[in-house]
């Protein structure tokens, strides 16, 4: 028992040196538990890792095992690991194969386990062929728990005020969790009186949430649910990745349209951009093809995790602008989740591992979009 601790505690001091430094919020929990504040720190881990974080997840299975500042506690820490584990995450397979599963006399001795474990996660990460994957698509299909909420979205349409207001701009927005919260950028929702958002084709009035001008970012909040929302995935782009954008944009008005792009360079400040200076260090720069009215809409990868948000077109606005672009700007990866975690905006961060077809990843983007309405009475 005295050399599984010795171990272990190498692997909880471990902790405070693998992970990027874009993992605010868990470089944050772990700051507490280095400083003592060990309630403090578990219950920040915690929130992570229910929240879908597999490292908070791995960070809180090696507290237990090693018993740092509190009691070893392995059920606990299979738990932790488990979660882990049942999303692929490598480090956590390897701890529980070690100290679980192919320890003799453990409780959890169960080789077996870790062996189908291990094929299930290979099984996932090998590229998908062509074609519908049903297991991962049944949400998309109205179920019957969904419907139900969805029909709070048609008992409620907007109130006669609105429709007799002046329409002063358009843009696109993305559901960010089941609770109504659509994310979209500062500038659209700036100057309104009111905001409409539309989802799976109903229109409703919005509030508008918590923005950041330099990040171009702002949450509206439509207070119904929203049973159909992205998942988001806060690793950095990188040149050559390639990403979609679905959106509304203007010349196809209350349809959205799916366009395919590559990550080029990092972005830099061009005279002429709608962007300013300070905006620049938030964003990524994509070859999309867009038109007015996209500004707002879900940057995804291949495997259907959200990305970003388009913020931007390299569009010439004065004699000294670039010309003949096809550049669009979207807030980075990590910008947009320092944005929902400073103002604490419910999200669940995974990285999915299935590639998707085009026209699945384009009905997947389609569940999650929102249609954004700018008035004035």
């Known amino acids: 028992m005295e050399s599984l601790r010795k171990i272990s505690l190498q692997l909880v001091l471990s902790l405070f040196a693998i992970f990027p430094a874009s993992s605010s919020d868990l470089d944050y929990a772990l700051d507490l538990l280095a400083n003592g504040k060990v309630s403090s720190g578990i219950i920040k881990l915690e929130k992570l890792a229910f929240r879908?974080?597999?490292d908070a997840s791995y960070s809180l299975g090696i507290l237990y095992l090693a018993g740092k500042n509190f009691p070893t506690d392995l059920k606990k820490s299979y738990f932790w690991l488990r979660r882990g584990a049942d999303n692929c995450h490598s480090r956590s397979i390897e701890i529980l194969k070690t100290y679980f599963y192919e320890k003799r006399g453990s409780r959890f001795f169960d080789p077996l386990k870790y062996e189908k474990t291990l094929?299930?996660?290979q099984k996932e990460t090998e590229l998908q062929k062509p074609g519908r994957n049903k297991g991962f698509f049944e949400e998309t299909t109205q179920q019957s728990s969904n419907?139900?909420?969805l029909q709070q979205w048609e008992a409620r349409p907007p109130e006669k005020k609105y429709y007799d207001g002046v329409v002063k701009g358009q843009g696109s927005a993305l559901a960010i969790n089941k609770f109504g919260d659509f994310l979209t950028n500062e500038h659209v929702i700036n100057g309104c009186d009111?905001?409409?958002?539309q989802y799976w084709g109903f229109f409703t009035p919005a509030e508008i949430g918590p923005v950041d001008k330099d990040k171009d970012l702002a949450i509206i909040r439509s207070r119904l649910p929203t049973p159909y929302f992205w998942t988001v995935n806060?690793?950095?782009l990188l040149m050559g990745d390639q990403v979609?954008?679905?959106?509304?944009p203007s010349v196809v008005v209350e349809r959205n349209r799916v366009t395919q792009g590559t990550v080029n360079i990092e972005p830099v400040f061009i005279r002429g951009l709608v962007l300013t200076k300070s905006q620049i260090p938030h964003q990524d720069q994509v070859n999309f093809e867009s038109a007015a009215g996209a500004s707002g809409s879900s940057v995804f990868d291949?495997?259907?995790?959200?990305?970003?948000?388009?913020t931007a077109l390299a569009l010439k606005t004065d004699e000294n602008g670039p010309s003949n672009m096809t550049w669009a700007y979207i807030s980075s990866p990590s910008a947009t989740i320092d944005f929902l975690n400073e103002f604490r905006i419910d999200y669940v961060q995974k990285e999915n591992v299935r590639a998707l077809n085009t026209t699945d990843l384009a009905k997947y983007g389609s569940n999650r979009a929102g249609f954004?309405?700018?008035g004035s009475y």
């Open 147 to 149: 419907k139900k909420f």
């Open 52 to 54: 879908g974080n597999e």
């Open 302 to 310: 291949a495997n259907a995790s959200f990305r970003g948000v388009l």
């Open 194 to 197: 009111f905001v409409l958002v």
């Open 119 to 121: 094929r299930g996660c």
């Open 234 to 236: 806060g690793k950095p």
């Open 244 to 248: 979609f954008s679905i959106g509304y």
């Open 372 to 374: 954004v309405v700018c």
